[in-house]
C-alpha cells in the first residue's frame, strides 16, 4: 500500500525554465493538496484539487504557478518561468472525502532554482 | 488573522526526561488542530487529530490535549528516536480544507 508518491525527490532548473512537479495520491484518497515549506517560514498553503477540479487556489501565486489533478494519472504543479525565490520543499498530501481527516504527505520535491 | 504559534523554537531533553510542547492559535473558528512530525528530508508524519476542547489523544510516549485557546504535546520518557520537528496546524470551520501551521519545535534528545 503505497503512500503519497511525489517526484523527482530533487529538481534542479535555471532561472526562467520550467518546473513540473508530480504527486500521486494515495490509493482511495481523491483530494490533493500543495504546500511549499521555505526555511524560516514552515509551511504555506498552495492549492486543494479534487480529480479534473481545483477547489482552493487562495495560496497560488497568480502568475506562473498552475496545479491539475486529470481524472487519469498524477497530479501536477507546474511553474514556469522559475526563478531563485522559487527554490523550496514542496509537498504534496492526499485525503479521503469526506470528513475530516490528517492528511499524508508525500516526501515533498526539494526544487533548486540556480 | 489567523495564527498558529509553537513554542519552544527548539528543545533540547536528555533521555526520559518529560516535557511538553506548546500549540497557541487564533482562528475564528476551530474545525481542527493536528500534530506532525518531521524528520530532515522527508515529508510531515501525522500524529493526531483533535477536534474539541478538552480532547486528549495518545501514541506511545505522546499525548495530545487541546483547549480553547492552545494544544500541548507532552512527551513522556522521551527516547533519542523522538528526536524530530513536531509540527501544529489549524483549520478552520466550514468548508474550507487548507490547513495553518505553525513554525515548529526542534526536539533533541540526548542519550
Known amino acids: 500500500n503505497a503512500g503519497v508518491m511525489q517526484n523527482p525527490r530533487h529538481l534542479v532548473r535555471r532561472r526562467g525554465q520550467e518546473a513540473r512537479l508530480r504527486c500521486s495520491p494515495m490509493k482511495g484518497h481523491s483530494h490533493v493538496y500543495w504546500y511549499r515549506q521555505l526555511p524560516e517560514e514552515g509551511l504555506k498553503f498552495m492549492v486543494y484539487?479534487?480529480?479534473?477540479?481545483?477547489?482552493?487556489e487562495s495560496g497560488m501565486p497568480k502568475e506562473r504557478f498552475s496545479a491539475e489533478f486529470p481524472k487519469e494519472g498524477p497530479s501536477i504543479l507546474r511553474i514556469q518561468q522559475v526563478v531563485r525565490g522559487d527554490s523550496a520543499a514542496y509537498f504534496c498530501a492526499s485525503s479521503p472525502p469526506g470528513a475530516l481527516y490528517g492528511y499524508t504527505f508525500g516526501s515533498g520535491t526539494r526544487l533548486t532554482v540556480v | 488573522e489567523d495564527q498558529v504559534t509553537q513554542s519552544p523554537e527548539a528543545l533540547r531533553l536528555q533521555e526520559g526526561e518529560s516535557s511538553s510542547l506548546n500549540c497557541s492559535y487564533t482562528v475564528s473558528g476551530l474545525r481542527g488542530l493536528f500534530w506532525y512530525r518531521q524528520d530532515p528530508g522527508k515529508g510531515p508524519e501525522f500524529l493526531f487529530t483533535l477536534y474539541s476542547a478538552g480532547e486528549e489523544k495518545e501514541k506511545e510516549r505522546l499525548k495530545a490535549t487541546l483547549t480553547k485557546k492552545e494544544s500541548f504535546l507532552h512527551i513522556t520518557a522521551p527516547k533519542p528516536e523522538d528526536s524530530a520537528t513536531y509540527l501544529c496546524a489549524v483549520q478552520e470551520a466550514g468548508n474550507n480544507r487548507k490547513l495553518i501551521w505553525g513554525l515548529g519545535t526542534s526536539l533533541a534528545v540526548n542519550p
Open positions: 484539487l479534487q480529480k479534473e477540479n481545483i477547489i482552493d
